[in-house]
């Protein structure tokens, strides 16, 4: 079977995004950490559901959510990068603009495919 590493990428970084906001709670930041770990967990879990997608154009949708759940992702990510009193995110930000990139390359070349036919 061929390695999908968007889908490997994305499960190991919503795993870092559940012990990272369990860090976040322990720290009594409740808010920011349900956001974050809502947002963060949904890119993998869109990428999933568009390997069983019925259609080119539901496979590009998902991805589309992935994308925009990775945005809001880094979003709470920078929050806690540059607030007081909260832990720093560490290598998640840089992981979360890889995912980003490997994300809008595969959009892309999955809409041109989908213009040619």
């Not at 879990?45 to 992702?73: C, G, L, M, P, W």
Request: contains cysteine.
């Amino acid at each position: 079977m061929k390695r999908n590493e968007i889908l490997e990428l994305s499960f190991e970084f919503a795993l870092k995004i559940v012990e990272f906001t369990e860090v976040l709670e322990e720290k009594r930041k409740y808010v920011i950490a349900r956001q974050l770990l809502k947002s963060g967990t949904s890119v993998g879990a869109n990428i999933r559901e568009a390997q069983n997608a019925h259609s080119r154009r539901d496979f590009i949708s998902k991805y589309v959510i992935a994308a925009k759940e990775a945005d809001e992702t880094e979003y709470w990510l920078l929050l806690c990068q540059k607030s007081k009193n909260y832990p720093e995110p560490e290598g998640l930000l840089s992981e979360i603009l890889s995912i980003k990139k490997l994300l809008s390359k595969i959009i892309s070349s999955s809409s041109v495919k989908n213009e040619k036919k």
